[in-house]
């Protein structure tokens, strides 16, 4: 096998970080955990982010929703990541997260814990966020 066909086949086997970022189209918050500009799966918040907002993959709970299995797939537990909000725009290959001009304006600080079940927490303010996963190690 030449050198050229390793290099893609390793490409092709290498498990990428998917991005995670929220886009705000007026009240409502998109997240999206995405693979690449637009493909992806996302979770939507409608009316906004409360202060402190969470989703859980406790089936039955109200906040249950799928994506929760993606990120605790990908981040750690107990950790602050800081996830980007982006004004909504047609072509997300502007956001930055992908190379594009458009920054971000805010963020939010996403937390995963674990008890019985993972919940994965957004705070607006980076103190709570680092009490919320100090407070369940």
Same mark, same amino acid.
Do not use: C, P, W
């Given at each position: 096998m030449s050198k050229f066909n390793e290099m893609v086949n390793q490409l092709l086997n290498e498990e990428k970080e998917d991005n995670v970022y929220f886009v705000k189209q007026g009240n409502t918050y998109t997240l999206w955990v995405a693979y690449s500009p637009g493909s992806g799966t996302t979770s939507i918040?409608?009316?906004?982010?409360?202060?402190?907002?969470? %989703? *859980?993959?406790?089936?039955?709970?109200?906040?249950?929703?799928?994506?929760?299995? @993606?990120?605790v797939k990908q981040y750690p537990i107990n950790k602050v990541i800081k996830v980007p909000v982006y004004e909504y725009n047609r072509d997300p290959k502007q956001y930055d997260i992908w190379g594009g001009p458009q920054k971000s304006k805010t963020r939010?600080?996403?937390? %995963? *814990?674990?008890?019985?079940?993972?919940?994965?927490?957004?705070?607006?303010?980076? @103190?709570e966020a680092?009490?919320?996963?100090?407070?369940?190690k």
């Open positions: 918040f409608e009316g906004g982010l409360e202060k402190k907002t969470y %989703i *859980t993959d406790k089936k039955g709970e109200e906040r249950y929703d799928d994506l929760v299995r @993606k990120i939010y600080f996403m937390v %995963i *814990t674990k008890d019985a079940n993972h919940v994965v927490s957004f705070f607006d303010n980076m @103190k680092q009490y919320r996963a100090g407070s369940t």
